[in-house]
């Protein structure tokens, strides 16, 4: 069949088979991405890191509250995606819901080492211009998110925050506000879970959505 | 609301707001419970929607830089301590340019060992929890000690054991017996009473798993007694 190809279209389709990796990766999914990781492809992990990079460094940097910090442990993360990728199981979990919980991880594990940290109040940097559609996706998806946080019961959304922002464990939550551990997890798993069901209803509202504006 | 409170530890596990003991607790726990490791990846992802939920700025340029830097330094030194089929792709890659990378790796295993015990235990706990959070795994109940085999459909497989602290200079060590032949699966040291040991070799149905104190490092093939024992 290619030799029937028009000549100009040969030499540009040869000329892009033989570096497939450089071009190619954006398009896969993310288990794809992380499979070509296990075996070293660094295109592989520079795509991930450029889905995941913002997300990750915006998270890193709310939980260690400093810029540096936050840098470190989100290079420490995604050396870790590196190494480990061949230990991601994709039955099991989304590829970004893995590496968002390797920086989490990475992230707590230096705010914990840092005592300074979480008796400062939190405070939020001004929102930069989102100019990009990158950053336009990512601020709906924060409003989605956030909007679901609010209607949780405060408490609920406050254990929740404190441990996934503040880093605290369990134990120390129930310290910091005076309530009995029992409460403090029982918080935690009611309002995860009626989390998880805000965000799935959305999703599944969102499909037709969706339909009706592609067919536009 | 009539959970288990341990059923509950779920969603701080998710959080990742558990101390090291208690996530040693529940990660036992969720060895034995397909409950919990069928809720658990739904909580996970709950939780991590909420790094979305925080101002994203966008990070700094060099740090993608830097990432990739130090990753493709580390395929060309540290290949040694991956698996087989990852140095297979890594040899035929000529990732391994000889000399060069035998300096390489002297100096970055250096630089590498101050954070090595940190790094170790956090990639440990990744692979643990990849085999105990896989609700198709199965379970086997140890001989001569409490404790389970977690084998998961792909061979990785997990030893959660209660194993009391081995007697100075000795080491736990783990065999997969396949066919006649005992192939070391690693050494381990148990931590509070509890070992949660990912085996370094895959274990195919029928596998024996035993596991026998050895020297300090361990050694190419068993000479203790068997002290625990499963059929995969």
């Known amino acids: 069949m290619v030799a029937y190809t028009p000549v100009v279209a040969y030499p540009l389709r040869t000329f892009a088979r033989t570096k497939p990796l450089q071009r190619d990766v954006a398009h896969l999914s993310d288990e794809a991405l992380i499979a070509l990781v296990a075996r070293g492809e660094d295109d592989a992990l520079a795509a991930l890191y450029d889905r995941y990079g913002r997300v990750a460094y915006g998270l890193a940097v709310r939980v260690v509250r400093d810029p540096t910090l936050a840098e470190d442990a989100v290079q420490e993360a995604f050396l870790t995606v590196w190494r480990s990728s061949g230990r991601f199981v994709a039955e099991r979990s989304k590829a970004s819901s893995w590496i968002l919980t390797i920086v989490h991880r990475r992230a707590v594990d230096v705010v914990r080492r840092e005592e300074r940290r979480r008796s400062e109040p939190l405070v939020q940097p001004p929102a930069p211009p989102e100019l990009t559609d990158d950053a336009a996706w990512l601020r709906l998806e924060r409003e989605r998110v956030q909007t679901a946080l609010k209607s949780l019961p405060d408490a609920q959304r406050e254990a929740l925050e404190l441990a996934y922002y503040g880093g605290f464990t369990q134990s120390e939550l129930a310290d910091r506000l005076g309530q009995p551990l029992g409460t403090i997890k029982s918080r935690m798993f009611a309002g995860l879970r009626q989390l998880r069901e805000l965000l799935t209803v959305q999703a599944s509202e969102k499909d037709p959505w969706d339909k009706s504006r592609s067919t536009r | ?232």
């Open chain 2, 1 to 232: 609301m009539g959970q288990e409170p341990i059923h509950e530890m779920t969603a701080a596990y998710a959080l990742n707001a558990l101390d090291e003991t208690e996530r040693r607790e529940y990660e036992q726990h969720l060895a034995g419970c397909r409950s919990c490791r069928e809720e658990l990846p739904a909580l996970v992802e709950a939780a991590n929607s909420l790094a979305y939920a925080t101002p994203a700025p966008e990070p700094p340029r060099e740090l993608r830089a830097r990432i990739l830097e130090q990753a493709r330094l580390e395929r060309s030194t540290v290949v040694p301590l991956r698996s087989r089929r990852l140095v297979r792709g890594a040899l035929t890659t000529g990732a391994l340019a000889a000399a060069a990378a035998v300096a390489l790796a002297i100096w970055a295993s250096s630089l590498r060992s101050s954070l090595d015990d940190t790094r170790s235990a956090l990639e440990r706990r990744e692979q643990v929890v990849a085999v105990l959070s896989d609700p198709e795994s199965r379970q086997v109940v140890l001989a001569g000690a409490d404790g389970r085999l977690v084998v998961a459909p792909s061979g990785r497989a997990t030893l959660v054991a209660s194993l009391p602290r081995p007697p100075e200079g000795r080491t736990y060590q783990a065999w997969v017996q396949t066919g006649g032949t005992a192939r070391s699966a690693g050494v381990f040291e148990p931590s509070e009473g509890r070992a949660i040991f990912r085996l370094e070799q895959p274990v195919l149905r029928g596998s024996v798993v035993m596991v026998t104190l050895e020297a300090d490092g361990g050694v190419p093939a068993p000479t203790g007694q068997f002290l625990v024992r499963a059929r995969a």
